[in-house]
């Protein structure tokens, strides 16, 4: 089976975790693909730049300026990071934008009306569907012994790059590759009581997930973060779990099923 892995910023930004990350990813027995994020160096970099970044109602907008630099940082200096840590394992990693051999195209995102009536224009943002992977070209890759990793720049196919969501497109590759989905985070799971590392719900369903989402346990960054798991599930991906990146070899973490 296939195995889509998806890191996030915090971990790139760790080197010692991210060394043992790229240690545990080579070891990982089968084709695989990785997908990275970056939000944490993109945001200080646009800081430093004096193009802070833009929030309407908790949603980030992607303006020219912007992309530039999630450009850069994305997949430029994490890609290439990435792939050399890899390479060092031994592991024939090969860095990827969507445009790459057109890997991934994006839609731009439309315009959404607020609370208030008004309209936001998410500017350079773009959304990506299982429909969206060139699905022929990542297993000819894959068939070569080569690993793809993936960062969160697509394109829509007609020269606009488009900055996109890292876990929407690990969960599309997964679903369109009828591939194992793997979340790795900070965290060792979906936690039970929030304060608490050791209190990982083994598995979440459907029906859990509006219970945790109605007491509140489940907030804030991992409710778009299971949302995008279950529609993996029901769009094609064989099993989808969300665990600390130290587990990926020893297992454990929240198992999301339907």
Request: hydrophobic share 45%; aromatic share 6%; proline share 5%.
């Amino acid at each position: 089976m296939i195995t889509v892995v998806k890191i996030g910023g915090r971990i790139l930004d760790d080197q010692p975790a991210l060394e043992m990350f790229c240690r545990d990813f080579a070891s990982l027995a089968g084709p695989k693909l990785l997908v990275h994020g970056g939000n944490v160096l993109a945001s200080r970099v646009q800081e430093a730049l004096g193009v802070p970044p833009i929030r309407v109602e908790g949603r980030r907008v992607t303006d020219a300026a912007a992309l530039q630099v999630v450009t850069m940082v994305y997949a430029g200096w994490y890609n290439k990071s990435v792939v050399a840590q890899l390479q060092r394992e031994g592991c024939d990693a090969v860095g990827l934008s969507g445009c790459d051999g057109a890997v991934i195209t994006a839609s731009r995102r439309p315009p959404l009306t607020l609370s208030d009536g008004s309209t936001l224009d998410f500017g350079f943002v773009g959304d990506v569907t299982p429909a969206s992977v060139r699905i022929p070209f990542v297993l000819s890759l894959l068939e070569q012994g080569f690993v793809p990793v993936l960062s969160a720049i697509n394109h829509d196919g007609r020269g606009q790059l488009l900055n996109t969501n890292a876990d929407t497109v690990a969960a599309s590759l997964a679903a369109a590759l009828g591939a194992r989905l793997v979340y790795c985070f900070e965290k060792p799971g979906v936690l039970a009581d929030p304060g608490r590392d050791d209190s990982v719900l083994q598995s979440i369903d459907t029906s859990d997930f509006e219970k945790l989402k109605a007491s509140g346990t489940v907030s804030d960054g991992m409710l778009p973060k299971l949302e995008t798991a279950f529609s993996a599930l029901r769009s094609g991906a064989r099993e989808v779990f969300i665990m600390n990146a130290a587990g990926l070899l020893a297992g454990g973490g929240t198992r999301i099923c339907l």
